[in-house]
C-alpha cells in the first residue's frame, strides 16, 4: 500500500470499524447494538474496497447490511423484551476470558504469518472470473449450498406455521 | 460502438467534462497547488446545483409532482406563489426551516437526530455511478449496478432508526413495515436486475449502455417484465403512494415520520423525491438505454436526453401516485412473494435459456429482434397465466354497492359466517 491516500483511507476505516465494534459490545441497548454492527459491517467493506475487491465489498454491503441486519433489527422488534438492556447479565466475566483467548489466538497467527506484499492486484478478481469460478470448478459444492439454504427457508416456514393461519390462507 | 462526435473542445456542450477541465487547467496554472482540487468540489456543487438539483429536484419534483397530481384528481394544486406558483416548493422550503424541530422526551435523541443524516447521504452516494454522457460518470467502476443496488439498501436502516428512536408505536409501525417490506421486496428486485445482466453480461452500468448502443434495441423490449417487477419493487421500496404502507397516513398517522417536524421532515421529504429520481436515472440506465437514443445523442447532449429519460420514468412514478389506491400491508407482503418473486423466477429461467441460444449463434445481432418480440408475447402471457393460476381476476366495475363479502374481499377468520 503506496502513497498517501490508500493508508489514510486504512486508517480512518480501521478507526472506524474498531470503534464500531467496541461500540457493539459496550452499548447498552440491544438496537444500538445492532447499529453499531452494521457501521462495522461498512468498515469491513470498505477494507475490501482497499484491497481491489470490489465485488466482495460489494457482495459486503448488500448481504450484511442490506439482508443481515435488517434481518436481526426485524428479530430484535419481534422479540419481546428485547428493549431491556444487557446490565445485569451474569454472563461477563465468561465472555471476557473468551475475548482474551480469542485475541491472543488472532494475535498469535497474524505476528507468525508471513505476509506476503502485492504491488498490484491480481488479475482474476473481478465478478466475471468468480462467476465462472463458482459456476464451472465448484459447481457442486455452490448447488449444494442453495439447496440446503432452501430447504432451511421452507423447514423455518413449516415450523412456524400455526393451523390457524393454514385455515385463513386455505380461505382467501 | 458508432464513433462518437464529441470533441474535446470546451465549447462542446455534449460532454461538460470539457468545460470543467478547461476552467481546472487553466487555474492550476495560477493557482498554488491544492487550490484546484477545493475550486473542482465547488464547481461540481455549483453546476450540479444549477444544471440537476434546481431544475430537478424543486421545481419537477416537488411543484411538478403536485400540479401533475392536481391534475389528474381535478384540483388546482398550488398557485399562489410567483408565477403559476412556480415558487411554491421555495417557499415551503423557507417555512420548514423556521420551523421548530421537536424532538419526544422520552425519544431516543442521538439515534432520532442523525436518522436524516443517514437518509441522505446515500441518495447523493447513488448518483456516483450512473452516467449522464459518454465519459460523463464520476465513479466507472466494473461492479456499479452491485453499488447501486448495495447503497439503496441504507436508507432502510435510516428509515428504521427514526421510526424506532421516536418512541410512538405509529412511527415503531412504520419502522417494521418497512423493515417488512424491505426484506419482502429486495428478492423480486434483485431478480428481475439479474434478468437485465443475464441478457447484457455485464454489472456495469456504463457496459449495459454500451450493450444498448451496439444493439440498437433498449432492455424495456428485451425485458418488460424485468421493467414491471423493477418498477413496483422499486416504488414499494421507496414507499411511493401506491404501496406506501410505512407511512399510510390513514392507518398510522405518518409512519416513521409521525414524530418529526422542521427540517428534519423536510430532509425525509425532499430525499424521497431524490431516492425516486435517482431510482428513475437507474432505470433509465438499465431499461432504457442511458444517455444514447439510436444516434441522436451525436448531435444532442447525452446528459439531456439522459435527464429527459429520468424524468419519463419519474413521471411514471407520479402517475401510479396519483391515481392508484394504496394496498393494505399483507396485500403487499402476498403480492411480492406470491406473484413478484414467481415472476422474476420464470423471467431468469426464460433470459438465461435466450442467452444460452444466443451465444450459440455468435450474438447474432438479429436474433435479439427476435428474443425481444418472444419476451413481450411471453411476459404478457405470464402474467396473465400466473394471476390466473392464483386466482386474481380482473375486476368488473359495480353498478351498485356490495358487502365485502360479496366483492371477495377480507373478512377476518373470526367473523366468517
Known sequence: MEGFGPSFAFWVLAALTLVAAGGVMVSRNLLHAVLFLILTFIGVAGFFVLLSADFIAMAQVIIYVGAIAVLVLFAVLLTPRSGRDNGETRWALPGILLAVCLAAIFLFVVHDTAWNTVDEAPAGLDARALGTALLTTWVVPFEIASVLLTAALVGAIMLTRSPEEEAEDALV | ?417
Not at chain 2, 138 to 154: G, N, Q
Not at chain 2, 233 to 247: G, K, Y
Not at chain 2, 268 to 296: K, P, R
Not at chain 2, 346 to 372: C, H, P
Request: aromatic fraction near 14%.
Open chain 2, 1 to 417: 460502438m458508432t464513433p462518437f462526435l464529441v470533441s474535446d473542445k470546451w465549447y462542446d456542450i455534449r460532454d461538460l467534462g470539457n468545460l470543467s477541465r478547461e476552467i481546472l487547467e487553466a487555474a492550476d496554472r495560477i493557482l498554488p497547488f491544492g487550490v484546484v482540487y477545493v475550486l473542482a468540489a465547488l464547481i461540481g456543487f455549483v453546476a450540479s446545483f444549477l444544471l440537476f438539483v434546481l431544475p430537478s429536484q424543486l421545481i419537477v419534483g416537488v411543484y411538478g409532482e403536485r400540479r401533475i397530481i392536481g391534475r389528474m384528481q381535478s384540483r388546482l394544486g398550488p398557485n399562489r406563489v410567483g408565477p403559476f406558483g412556480l415558487l411554491q416548493p421555495i417557499a415551503d422550503a423557507i417555512k420548514l426551516i423556521q420551523k421548530e424541530a421537536l424532538t419526544p422526551t422520552r425519544a431516543d435523541r442521538a439515534v432520532m437526530y442523525i436518522a436524516p443524516i443517514v437518509f441522505v447521504m446515500p441518495a447523493v452516494l447513488l448518483w456516483a455511478v450512473i452516467p449522464f454522457g459518454e465519459n460523463m460518470v464520476i465513479a466507472d467502476i466494473p461492479v456499479s449496478l452491485m453499488y447501486f443496488l448495495a447503497v439503496s439498501s441504507l436508507p432502510v436502516i435510516a428509515t428504521f432508526m427514526a421510526g424506532w428512536s421516536a418512541n410512538n408505536k405509529y412511527s415503531l409501525f412504520g419502522a417494521m413495515r418497512i423493515v417488512s417490506m424491505a426484506i419482502s421486496y429486495e428478492s423480486p428486485l434483485v431478480l428481475a436486475l439479474l434478468g437485465a445482466v443475464v441478457m447484457t453480461g455485464t454489472i456495469s452500468l456504463s457496459g449495459m449502455v454500451a450493450w444498448a448502443d451496439e444493439f440498437n434495441i433498449w432492455m424495456v423490449f428485451v425485458q418488460p417484465l424485468a421493467l414491471v417487477i423493477y418498477f413496483i419493487c422499486v416504488s414499494a421500496e421507496l414507499n411511493r403512494t401506491p404501496v406506501d404502507i410505512a407511512e399510510a397516513e390513514s392507518e398510522i398517522v405518518a409512519g416513521y415520520l409521525t414524530e418529526y417536524s422542521g427540517m428534519k421532515w423536510g430532509l425525509f421529504y425532499g430525499m424521497d423525491i431524490g431516492y425516486a429520481l435517482a431510482a428513475s436515472g437507474f432505470a433509465a440506465t438499465v431499461f432504457l438505454g442511458g444517455w444514447t437514443f439510436f444516434g441522436l445523442e451525436q448531435w444532442v447532449p447525452g446528459w439531456l436526453i439522459f435527464i429527459a429519460k429520468t424524468h419519463l420514468f419519474y413521471f411514471l412514478f407520479i402517475w401510479t401516485r396519483g391515481t392508484l389506491p394504496r394496498l393494505r400491508a399483507d396485500q403487499l407482503m402476498a403480492f411480492a412473494w406470491k406473484f413478484l418473486l414467481p415472476l422474476g423466477v420464470f423471467n431468469l429461467l426464460i433470459v438465461s435459456t435466450e442467452r444460452m441460444l444466443w451465444s450459440e449463434q455468435d450474438y447474432a445481432k438479429g436474433l435479439i429482434y427476435v428474443f425481444a418480440l418472444v419476451n413481450i408475447v411471453l411476459s404478457v402471457a405470464l402474467v396473465y397465466a400466473w394471476a390466473r393460476f392464483n386466482g386474481y381476476r380482473p375486476e368488473q366495475t359495480p353498478t351498485r354497492p356490495r358487502l365485502v363479502k360479496q366483492a371477495g374481499g377480507y373478512i377476518p377468520v373470526g367473523e366468517r359466517s
